[in-house]
């Protein structure tokens, strides 16, 4: 049984019902704790549908999919550590969102809604243009006036309406909340069926190392999809006895504008208000994560940490990338130049996880 819950009031909704957000105003949860077997993975589907056992959709004809995830763990030495790098770039749009976006436009599809809004930095909102473009569902996506022309190409290539919203990030995600109250919110960050997406990386992660958690999984956090899908998704299969432990999650944001790590170095369980400056990471230039409280409290159960780093750091790690013949955008440098700073915190038998989150090709210009 799934159902949607809120995280103020605790009412719970069906899963048939369209909804992204309780009448409370309230953040949804999904309530669903499946109890997967290594026998549940169907190991012929070399994508993240192998572990449609685990993805809250009724019905197969609903997915919607180009084979995303399974991507390769690459080994990638940074400064003399070993990593173990995940290549979501190389997903179909060019960024790990995609997880997400094929399991949300899956339900949008299953829900029978003909459009959507949602707003995003440029790589969410790709994502979901995309496969609302597969699904012939239409979309307006609602990003910064500021975003990469790269992105913005992309959307509208996919047949979105893109409106640019002038200031910042938080602007855009004010404006398209007028737009959600009469039209469905595919949202990366309400929207909890996205998590359960993005999700598929932690089951690809242990997979991947013969059914064991890493020690360390390290992400870059804006609004924080990756590092609470993650969560969940390690949660899960801790939950069925498929790994013995929850890896610690280290969440890396720009100290440019890093709400969650100062709460969580003040000890506060909630965000604090911020003065955010630009940073070449504008993938995660989120002042006001929803998701904030739920980012912290993930970092502490699962024992992990918070890094921050300074633009400087992030181009160092940038050209640090290419020279090694990995086209990054910048936003994914931003764990590289985190991890080579935690570094000496870390034992020299750890396996430490991350991510390329998003492709070079995405920024069109050098930084
Ligand atoms: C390239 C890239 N990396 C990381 C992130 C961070 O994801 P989240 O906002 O879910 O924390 C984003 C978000 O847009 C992104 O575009
Ligand atoms: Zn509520």
């Given at each position: 049984?799934?159902?949607?819950?809120?995280?103020?009031?605790?009412?719970?909704?069906?899963d048939d019902l369209p909804r992204w957000q309780c009448t409370c105003g309230g953040l949804l949860d999904m309530v669903f704790q499946p109890d997967v077997t290594i026998n549940q993975i169907s190991s012929a589907n070399l994508s993240m549908w192998r572990y449609r056992a685990v993805i809250p959709l009724r019905h197969d004809k609903n997915i919607v999919s180009f084979n995303e995830g399974k991507t390769p763990l690459l080994d990638?030495?940074?400064?003399?550590?070993?990593?173990?790098?995940?290549?979501?770039?190389l997903c179909p749009s060019g960024s790990f969102k995609d997880?997400?976006?094929?399991?949300?436009?899956?339900?949008?599809?299953?829900?029978?809604?003909?459009?959507?809004?949602?707003?995003?930095?440029?790589?969410?909102?790709?994502?979901?243009?995309?496969?609302?473009?597969?699904?012939?569902?239409?979309?307006?996506?609602?990003?910064?006036?500021s975003t990469s022309a790269g992105k913005l190409t992309q959307i509208e290539a996919m047949g979105a309406r893109v409106v640019k919203i002038p200031g910042s990030r938080d602007d855009t995600a004010r404006a398209v909340l007028q737009q959600a109250q009469h039209i469905y919110y595919a949202s990366h960050v309400w929207n909890p069926y996205f998590l359960h997406g993005i999700k598929t990386i932690a089951y690809e992660i242990c997979e991947q190392l013969d059914w064991s958690a890493p020690d360390f999984f390290f992400t870059p956090v804006g609004n924080g999809s990756l590092l609470l899908g993650a969560f969940i998704g390690f949660g899960e299969l801790l939950n069925a006895g498929m790994i013995a432990k929850m890896p610690r999650l280290c969440a890396v944001q720009s100290a440019h504008c890093a709400p969650c790590a100062e709460a969580f170095f003040l000890n506060q369980k909630t965000i604090v208000p911020i003065d955010p400056q630009p940073t070449l990471a504008e993938g995660i230039a989120v002042a006001e994560p929803i998701r904030g409280a739920q980012i912290i409290n993930a970092v502490r159960q699962s024992n992990g940490d918070f890094i921050t780093v300074l633009d400087n750091e992030v181009k160092?790690?940038?050209?640090?990338?290419?020279?090694?013949?990995?086209?990054?955008?910048?936003?994914?440098?931003?764990?590289?130049?985190?991890?080579?700073?935690?570094?000496?915190?870390?034992?020299?038998?750890?396996?430490?996880?991350?991510?390329?989150?998003?492709?070079?090709?995405?920024?069109?210009?050098?930084?």
């Open positions: 049984m799934t159902s949607l819950v809120c995280s103020t009031c605790h009412h719970s909704f069906s990638i030495d940074i400064d003399g550590l070993p990593v173990k790098v995940k290549l979501d770039h997880r997400g976006a094929s399991v949300l436009v899956s339900k949008v599809k299953e829900l029978g809604i003909q459009h959507v809004v949602e707003d995003s930095s440029g790589n969410a909102g790709a994502a979901i243009a995309t496969y609302c473009a597969a699904a012939h569902i239409g979309c307006d996506i609602y990003v910064p006036a160092l790690w940038l050209d640090k990338f290419y020279k090694k013949g990995l086209y990054i955008e910048p936003t994914s440098a931003v764990v590289f130049a985190g991890l080579s700073k935690y570094k000496r915190k870390l034992g020299k038998n750890d396996t430490v996880v991350t991510i390329i989150t998003g492709h070079g090709l995405k920024t069109n210009k050098k930084v």
